[in-house]
């Protein structure tokens, strides 16, 4: 059989010894490269919208960094679910990108990041007619993004948080100028009260899809309910 696995590590290799549940046919018409690509961006994207964010129809949702491999994912997944989409990118370059991809989807909805974020956002949901706000966040941005996010989150919201792409380094050698600009924005990352949770009646959760490997049960239900 044709079939696509997921690994905790060790999947660049020539042969890998995946377990059995960890295992699912390639549908016919998909290719290897296809298969290969499919499962760890989509499983990270579908366990957090639907596991953590429980995410319904005719919610909103906020997609940071949405023309990567998880955005991207994203996307797809949240039209499947009947979910709108906010997305946000680093540079104007990606947002013709994403049109081309999901020809439904408005200029409205793409949000380059810029300074006044939290005002592009806001227009954002104005745009796609969720004025009180977001359901689900999904960030793997953090840094300095992540306030004005939070402020957009609705009652109820979930801030979903699986990775922190504003504190990776972009050289593989940092020197001392690279390490003194890391540490500062370590110094600067954000902060939350949990005293005020309650009260805001909002949520931030973190996962690592990692872990999902210790309950082969779930990770078979995600894998069915995905495919």
Not at 28 to 49: C, I, N
Not at 77 to 92: D, E, P
Not at 107 to 113: D, K, L, N
Request: glycine share 10%; proline share 5%.
């Amino acid at each position: 059989d044709r079939v696509m696995g997921v690994l905790r590590f060790g999947a660049y290799a020539d042969c890998v010894n995946v377990p059995a549940h960890q295992v699912r046919r390639i549908p016919p018409e998909w290719s290897f490269e296809q298969g290969a690509a499919f499962l760890v961006q989509s499983l990270t994207v579908f366990y957090a919208l639907r596991e953590l964010g429980a995410v319904r129809k005719g919610n909103a949702v906020l997609v940071h960094s949405a023309a990567g491999g998880c955005g991207l994912q994203a996307i797809e997944i949240c039209q499947r679910l009947g979910v709108q989409v906010v997305g946000t990118v680093g540079s104007a370059s990606k947002v013709k990108v994403i049109l081309e991809r999901f020809p439904s989807l408005r200029a409205e909805q793409i949000v380059v990041r810029g300074r006044d974020f939290e005002s592009q956002l806001r227009a954002a949901l104005s745009a796609v007619g969720s004025p009180d706000g977001f359901s689900v966040v999904l960030d793997a941005v953090l840094g300095d993004f992540f306030r004005p996010g939070y402020a957009c989150l609705r009652p109820g919201g979930r801030y979903i948080v699986y990775g922190a792409a504003s504190m990776t380094p972009q050289q593989d050698r940092l020197g001392p100028i690279g390490w003194l600009k890391l540490g500062w924005k370590w110094l600067r990352r954000p902060w939350l009260d949990v005293l005020q949770l309650p009260g805001e009646n909002k949520s931030v959760m973190g996962f690592n899809l990692i872990h999902c490997f210790n309950d082969a049960p779930l990770l078979s239900a995600l894998l069915e309910e995905l495919q």
